[in-house]
């Protein structure tokens, strides 16, 4: 299936009458999209204070079914003109294309260490630890998960127990448990749960993974790993301390923000840091 789209750079205050005007001419679908190099940065839920002004122009992207296409263009000039607009239209042909299996290619096959590598299950070698990608979940690749998959390969002894907070796919407590230990992982959404348990069994490994709140977590663990925002991980920094007997794993904290967390799970002591790009990753001790 294929259709056509129609860009229009459009300013701001003109963007409601414009929109109205073309789904009365056929319009089956309108989206607003910011100029290359207008868009602003990603906002934090800790960010605070008023929004940065939006540009004065937008990217107009209308969508239109093929057969339509003749009437539009001819109608097009008076709808621009009855809407005060001088702007030069241009279409684009849009083909409707294979979601997943495109999503599917941007899945990487991750070597962690020369003893583990994480792959999704059309791109694993022989002894990979296999994770089936979601589009909620990825497979390993993003450098807080590395760095919590190499804290668990140098802090992970087999026997001992493991908890991983904010689990997601499972990625992480599978790691764990593949090296011995006794793993459980915790999250706050239902699907995580589900796909960190799917994940174990395609690995022939047995974890335990729901959504018991951290601070109904009872008993120690030797290791926990924790990939979350820095502000997330100061706020369960109590329960984070609480739970841990020897070593913590923190990842999911941007740089500037390391020494907030390092302040808040005091008074354990820092004993590892990296620093990859924007995020630093560190592990704690008692």
Not at 200 to 222: M, W, Y
Not at 264 to 282: F, K, N, Q, S, T
Request: net charge negative; charged share 25%; proline share 6%.
């Amino acid at each position: 299936m294929s259709w056509l789209e129609l860009q229009l750079i459009v300013p701001r205050g003109r963007l409601d009458r414009l929109t109205h005007a073309l789904f009365e001419l056929g319009a089956v679908g309108c989206q607003e999209d910011y100029l290359e190099g207008q868009r602003p940065p990603v906002r934090q839920p800790w960010d605070t204070g008023p929004l940065p002004p939006e540009p004065e122009d937008v990217l107009l992207r209308v969508y239109w079914e093929r057969d339509a296409v003749s009437a539009v263009r001819a109608a097009l000039p008076e709808v621009l003109d009855a809407c005060q607009l001088s702007v030069e239209p241009s279409w684009v042909e849009v083909v409707e294309a294979d979601w997943a299996e495109g999503w599917r290619d941007t899945c990487q096959r991750m070597v962690v260490s020369d003893a583990l590598a994480v792959s999704p299950p059309w791109l694993a070698e022989q002894g990979d630890l296999i994770i089936e990608p979601g589009m909620a979940f990825g497979s390993g690749e993003h450098p807080t998960t590395l760095s919590c998959l190499r804290a668990i390969e140098d802090l992970g002894v087999s026997g001992e127990r493991c908890l991983d907070v904010g689990t997601g796919s499972g990625v992480l407590a599978i790691a764990a448990a593949r090296l011995g230990m006794v793993a459980w992982g915790i999250d706050i959404e239902d699907e995580s749960q589900e796909a960190a348990r799917s994940n174990a069994k395609l690995n022939g490994v047995s974890i335990r993974a729901d959504l018991t709140p951290i601070q109904d977590v009872e008993g120690t663990f030797e290791l926990v790993v924790a990939n979350l925002f820095a502000e997330v991980l100061v706020s369960l920094s109590e329960d984070l301390k609480r739970v841990s007997s020897r070593h913590l794993a923190v990842a999911g904290v941007l740089l500037d923000r390391a020494d907030m967390v390092v302040d808040a799970l005091a008074p354990m002591r820092l004993i590892g840091r990296e620093v990859e790009g924007d995020w630093c990753h560190m592990r704690f001790g008692w």
